[in-house]
């Protein structure tokens, strides 16, 4: 069962572009009131600041849409899911391991990477 969404890069991007199945997928995660999830770290693989981004600032801003701390303890986890994964981007590794943590489906551009580092996350495809 899904409760919410965590969103990577490529969702981000999306996001940035205007894309309208990213918009809908937001507006239907947030009718449902699921939780919305932006990783520090994605934000930061994403965010270069100006105008351009004025989409995606909003986004960021919205008050559903939020960003976890990344602590001591979730940093060494993230650290164990690479070596057990074999899958070295500690981002992409912590965007699953926070999804499978809250049950949550990642909305990626990146699927097939993600899938490497556990089987069992709920993706959604851009």
Do not use: F, K
Not at 3 to 30: K, N, Y
Not at 82 to 88: I, L, N, P, T
Not at 109 to 118: F, K, N, Y
């Amino acid at each position: 069962m899904t409760l919410g969404l965590t969103l990577d890069s490529g969702a981000l991007i999306a996001i940035e572009r205007g894309e309208s199945r990213v918009r809908a997928l937001l507006a239907e995660a947030l009718r449902r009131g699921w939780d919305v999830a932006v990783l520090p770290e994605v934000v930061a693989q994403t965010w270069r600041g100006g105008p351009r981004q004025a989409r995606l600032a909003a986004a960021l801003a919205a008050h559903e849409v939020r960003t976890p701390e990344y602590d001591g303890m979730t940093a060494r986890a993230v650290g164990a899911l690479c070596g057990s994964s074999g899958h070295e981007d500690v981002v992409d590794v912590h965007v699953v391991l926070h999804a499978v943590a809250h049950e949550h489906a990642v909305v990626t551009s990146d699927a097939d990477d993600l899938r490497r580092v556990a089987s069992e996350v709920a993706l959604i495809s851009l």
